[in-house]
């Protein structure tokens, strides 16, 4: 079975500039999550989807954090404009419907804003 | 906010040695989910423990959870250079409300393994 799959899996951008993510989730995985993981700290939800439908973005900078998924499958994840503390690793997982379950996640991207 | 904590924050043994990780949450939870990263990887589920069960075994590891206390301990027997990596517990809230299935991560604990 095929993994999560995510990229770029680095991103290096300058303050100011937007970049956006692509996450691939395990196929017939309903359930998507976004997580932010900042260096030395646990994963943080940022959004999570139930087929194409937003479940909970408490948590994702909406000014200027945006994420969607288009037919219930693949995500992105976009920063615009990007602050140098949005310098972290981003993080996908997928779960089965139900979501009482361990989620896999992706190798995740490694973004740097100088 | 942070709902799982782990302790110690990080963790140095030898090979063969066993290691013992804690994690400490706030609120009710449906169940308790424990995860490893090595490195600049992803996150590996490692076992599942719900909240009606007290113990857990997988291969080399054993878990346990006292929902009176809140806390749960991660115990990794005969430990190995390549268990070297971050231990996340992360809790699932109970069914219904506006967290659904939504787990909430603790700090880690930084494991390293000495051949």
């Known amino acids: 079975e095929a993994g999560v799959a995510q990229s770029p899996r680095y991103k290096i951008i300058e303050k100011r500039q937007s970049v956006a993510f692509w996450c691939n989730p395990i196929?017939?995985?309903?359930?998507l999550y976004w997580y932010q993981q900042i260096l030395g700290q646990g994963p943080k939800l940022l959004i999570q989807?139930?087929?194409?439908?937003?479940?909970?973005d408490s948590q994702l900078p909406k000014d200027r954090f945006s994420a969607e998924r288009l037919k219930g499958v693949d995500s992105t994840l976009k920063i615009q404009p990007a602050k140098l503390e949005d310098s972290a690793v981003y993080l996908c997982?997928?779960?089965?419907?139900?979501?009482?379950?361990?989620?896999?996640f992706g190798p995740g991207t490694r973004l740097t804003v100088l | 906010s942070q709902q799982g904590e782990e302790d110690p924050q990080a963790l140095s043994i030898q090979e063969g040695e066993n290691a013992t990780m804690n994690c400490s949450y706030k609120t009710s939870i449906n169940n308790l989910q424990w995860y490893r990263q090595n490195s600049g990887r992803g996150l590996v589920h490692l076992i599942l423990?719900?909240?009606?069960?007290r113990e857990k075994h997988s291969g080399r590891l054993r878990v346990t959870l006292d929902t009176s206390k809140k806390s749960s301990s991660l115990l990794i027997t005969a430990s190995r250079a390549a268990d070297t990596a971050s231990y996340f517990c992360?809790?699932?809230?109970?069914?219904?409300?506006?967290?659904?299935?939504?787990?909430?991560f603790g700090q880690g604990t930084i494991l390293t393994v000495h051949p």
């Open positions: 423990i719900r909240s009606n069960e």
């Open positions: 992360a809790t699932c809230p109970p069914a219904g409300g506006t967290s659904y299935g939504k787990l909430t």
């Open positions: 989807f139930q087929n194409n439908g937003v479940v909970d």
């Open positions: 997982a997928s779960t089965v419907q139900g979501a009482y379950n361990e989620q896999f």
């Open positions: 196929s017939g995985h309903a359930t």
